[in-house]
Each structure stands twice: as structure tokens, then as C-alpha cells.
């Protein structure tokens, strides 16, 4: 069933485009079956180009508390960085097979079905994540899209919060994912004038009224599967 849904933050309230590209090849999706006794999901959340800052660490630990056991991996091996630029020289040094590496290990602990939420630059280990972990309930795409798999592992639901406008992604390229069948059934939500990083307390993009709205929204959507 596709669930096309688009909902805004009025008034004030990717680092990188998610680049990983696309995997290719074509099957349908398998489908999720529901959790026997509605036991709540757990989710594994994967951080931003700047690292492993305090607002995400706090994001798992309130959804964990609102009893979805949460993990933020850090695939920056302590190191975090102030800025983009300085974020983006940090994930070039490391390589993607290692941050991959540390994703999967990460990982490990939770449930086959737990879901995967990722920040902007973890779309692309989200998808390849997804692909290892056919079973997982749900994928978040926080602060933009990300590469949806081919064959898309299964039919769990797909939803996506970001800015608008976004200094990263274009609405063109927005508007042109959002459409993909592929990504389907998928729940899109934007946050008029915020910035990219809106949900990262402390960071220079906050926005408390928009990231508690993205908050609210999120644990419905775990609460739901």
C-alpha cells in the first residue's frame, strides 16, 4: 500500500547527499511479518558527517525511554568533529569499509527487526545495512533521503523528515525520490525554515519546536509497528 503523506512546520520552528548510490536488480519485496505479543521496536540510529554528537546520543536515550531500546554507534571511534568540512576530512580518513565495518558491529546487539534510523550521511549505510537485515520493521531517513536498495529487502515502511529548503538536496531531487516506487510505502514529513541538523540539540542548526515535532512523529511511527 502506498502511503503518501506530507505535512509542514509552519514558521520558524544532507551535510551531504547521501551518495552510496543505488544497488541494482529487480525482485519483490518480501513482507515483514508483525511481531507476535506487539513487542515495541528497537531501532539502531547512525550519526551525522560531524560525528557522534551529544543531541544524538540523547535522541536514542529518550526513545529508548519511551521503550524502544535505541543505539547510536559510533563509527567515528570517539572522534567528532565542529564543523562539515572538518566532518567530511574525519569520514575520508576512516574510509567507508571501516565506517561500514563499525556500523555492522554496532549493530550486532539489537533484534534482525530492529529499525534503522540514520542521519543524513547514514543513509548509505542504512541501505547496505538493510539489505544484511531484510527483517528490520521500519527505516527512518532523518535530515534528508538516502539510497532506497534494489530489490528493496522488504515492504517494511519507510519514512523521512527533513528541512525545507534543504541546503543539500534539491526539491527536484526531493520530489523525484519521494515519487520512486521503490521507496514506497513511505510517509514524508518537512519543516519549513530550519536548518539541515534540525534535530541535533546543541548543534548550530537546532530547533526545538521543529525537533519536537520530529520526535513526536517518530515514536508514533515505532509505536505503530
Not at 85 to 110: D, K, P, S
Not at 166 to 175: G, K, Q, R, W, Y
Not at 187 to 210: Q, T
Amino acid at each position: 500500500q502506498r502511503v503518501p503523506a506530507e505535512e509542514a512546520l509552519a514558521g520558524p520552528a544532507r551535510e551531504e547527499a547521501a551518495s552510496a548510490g543505488r544497488l541494482t536488480g529487480r525482485s519483490r519485496p518480501r513482507r515483514v511479518p508483525a511481531m507476535a505479543g506487539g513487542a515495541l521496536a528497537s531501532g539502531v540510529s547512525f550519526h551525522s558527517i560531524p560525528g557522534l554528537r551529544q543531541g544524538v546520543v540523547a535522541l536514542a536515550e529518550r526513545l529508548s525511554a519511551a521503550g524502544h531500546p535505541t543505539v547510536a554507534p559510533d563509527l567515528y571511534a570517539g572522534r567528532a568533529a565542529a564543523d562539515v568540512e572538518e566532518g567530511f576530512a574525519i569520514h575520508r580518513g576512516i574510509g567507508e569499509a571501516t565506517i561500514l565495518h563499525r556500523a555492522r558491529l554496532g549493530a550486532r546487539g539489537q533484534p534482525a527487526d530492529a529499525v534503522l534510523a540514520v542521519i543524513s550521511m547514514g543513509g548509505g549505510v542504512a541501505g547496505t545495512l538493510w539489505l544484511e537485515r531484510p527483517e528490520a520493521r521500519g527505516v527512518l531517513f532523518l535530515s534528508g533521503p538516502g539510497p532506497i536498495p534494489l530489490p528493496r529487502p522488504s515492504e517494511a515502511p519507510v519514512q523521512m523528515h527533513m528541512a525545507r529548503p534543504d541546503p543539500f538536496d534539491s526539491e527536484e531531487f526531493v520530489a523525484e525520490w519521494s515519487a520512486d516506487p521503490a521507496a514506497q510505502p513511505l510517509a514524508v514529513f518537512r519543516y519549513d525554515g530550519v536548518g539541515h541538523n534540525f534535530l541535533d540539540a546543541g548543534g548550530p542548526d537546532w530547533n526545538a519546536e521543529a525537533a519536537a515535532l520530529c520526535e513526536r512523529r517518530i515514536l508514533a511511527f515505532l509505536d505503530g509497528l
